[in-house]
């Protein structure tokens, strides 16, 4: 990024081995220029084999052709779990690239009632120092990334920001899962006596995906944001989106920032 996910709607989509359904998605991923995501899925049926499809976008909604390890570049990515086992899906491309590839997945699993879960994790490669990591889970529509499902179908969702001077700086990404309609996220960053700093409002096309520091100027960022810490209010229209939050220390280590439901 330079780097979870609340609920993603069911979709129906039909592949050539059955009716499958979208059951969650990943707000971000990064490979090349120093950094990798490792996906890692867990099939929770102890009878059943889970047959995948595991999609990437690119940040304008059109799909990637990803470099999946020992497969190539791929999308979808599709893949079979043995019952009661897991599958582990990195995505690599060179390391001395100058720059990153950058876009959003999407998973998809055969059967009316889904049983894969999983994780994320983002590894980065600074020269000189040892690799540093962080790991956000995978979106379920039954779970959405949450202990307790939200009872509100757009529940207000909270993300921690820190963006104290010569210490931290707080990147986001986003992404609308929705593949047809156009999505606007209402955004109030309020500082630690819950006063408003700025809002904003995030406007995503159909499968589209933005990454940004909180810092930085644009859609959903501002330089008024540095030295402040406090809490990001985040007003979703639909469940049709994911977040990732992660905090970068200014010596190089980061680690995930995760959303709270507001009931």
Not at 92 to 100: E, L, M, R, S, T
Request: aromatic share 10%; proline share 7%; net charge negative.
């Amino acid at each position: 990024m330079a780097r979870f996910s609340i609920c993603l709607v069911v979709a129906a989509v039909l592949l050539s081995s059955g009716l499958t359904f979208a059951q969650g998605s990943f707000a971000h991923f990064a490979y090349g220029s120093g950094w990798q995501t490792t996906f890692t899925f867990v099939n929770m049926s102890t009878t059943d084999p889970a047959v995948v499809s595991l999609s990437f976008y690119s940040s304008d909604g059109s799909p990637l052709q990803a470099d999946v390890k020992d497969v190539g570049k791929v999308t979808p990515y599709n893949f079979t779990i043995p019952a009661g086992n897991s599958k582990t899906v990195a995505l690599v491309g060179d390391p001395a690239a100058p720059a990153d590839t950058e876009g959003w997945a999407q998973l998809a699993v055969v059967g009316d009632y889904p049983t894969v879960r999983g994780q994320g994790s983002f590894r980065r490669h600074l020269n000189n120092q040892p690799d540093f990591e962080a790991v956000v889970p995978l979106t379920t529509t039954s779970q959405a990334g949450f202990c307790i499902p939200p009872t509100n179908p757009n529940p207000m969702i909270l993300l921690p920001f820190d963006n104290t001077t010569g210490a931290y700086t707080t990147a986001l990404a986003f992404a609308n899962s929705d593949s047809t309609t156009t999505q606007a996220l209402q955004l109030e960053y309020d500082d630690e006596t819950n006063q408003p700093i700025i809002t904003k409002t995030l406007t995503l096309a159909a499968n589209n995906h933005i990454a940004l520091v909180t810092t930085a100027a644009g859609a959903a960022g501002d330089p008024i944001l540095a030295g402040k810490k406090g809490v990001l209010r985040i007003q979703p229209t639909t469940q049709n989106f994911a977040v990732l939050g992660l905090l970068f220390n200014s010596t190089g280590p980061y680690t995930a920032i995760l959303p709270i439901v507001q009931q």
